[in-house]
């Protein structure tokens, strides 16, 4: 699936279980009673669509490779080689627990740079495969990124006044939401990795043929849009 099939899958998820779900689901594994406000699910859903791309860390020439020029580049060159290759271990349930823990334990015990580091990535990565910040791959695109990533980050650490309970779940979600959009194509994902099982429903044959782009991805967007309204205006 392209970048940006991912991330509006990731956006339809968040803000599906943020109008289904109760609160302490969307604040695991802290587990916290409150509130979500509207500014959080907005947040939310942007972070939710960056981080549906999370598993793809495997892909050297993928979009998460191109968000911060040679920096990312070389990062996914190192992941994709520890991890067994692309499709392999950032593609299964293991990777999944990590980085929900991962995100909870680093906002716990590295507190709130650690917070505003990953929310600048994961709004990197939204506004990449989104193409809010123009097209293509050359550093005018990537240095377009990391300034509308810097302004998002800037708001969220306005906004945002404590370590945001739902974000090890958003993380989560998005890169689970990755996993299912790929286990539609042809060649599947190991969910159970190191487990050799190859899950595959191939409903896609090729990545970013038509029924991706013009219908699911819109389809996706306008579903994103709807429950969003239908949170924010049903909220007690
Ligand atoms: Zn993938």
């Known amino acids: 699936m392209l970048g940006y099939s991912h991330a509006t899958s990731g956006a339809l998820a968040w803000s599906g279980a943020a109008a289904a ?74 990777f999944v627990a990590l980085v929900t823990y991962g995100t909870w334990a680093g906002e716990h015990w590295l507190g709130r740079w650690f917070t505003l580091a990953l929310v600048f990535f994961l709004l990197a990565l939204a506004v990449k495969a989104l193409n809010l910040g123009g097209t293509g791959d050359g550093p005018r695109a990537w240095i377009t990124d990391i300034v509308l990533a810097a302004c998002g980050t800037f708001a969220i650490d306005h906004w945002i006044s404590d370590k945001p309970a739902w974000l090890p779940f958003a993380v989560g979600l998005g890169s689970l ?48 849009l709807a429950l969003l309204w239908y949170t924010i205006t049903n909220q007690p």
């Open 21 to 94: 779900l109760p609160l302490t689901v969307l604040t695991y594994p802290a587990m916290q009673s409150g509130e979500i406000r509207a500014v959080d699910l907005i947040m939310g859903t942007f972070l939710t669509a960056g981080a549906a791309l999370l598993p793809d860390a495997d892909h050297p020439s993928g979009t998460i490779s191109h968000v911060l020029g040679p920096v990312s580049h070389y990062a996914c060159k190192f992941i994709s080689t520890i991890s067994g290759g692309h499709r392999h271990g950032t593609h299964s349930f293991a």
């Open 177 to 224: 939401a990755h996993l299912l959009g790929d286990c539609l194509t042809d060649r599947g994902c190991r969910l159970l990795w190191p487990f050799k099982v190859r899950t595959r429903v191939p409903l896609i044959d090729r990545t970013g043929n038509k029924v991706e782009t013009l219908i699911i991805a819109p389809l996706f967007a306008l579903g994103t």
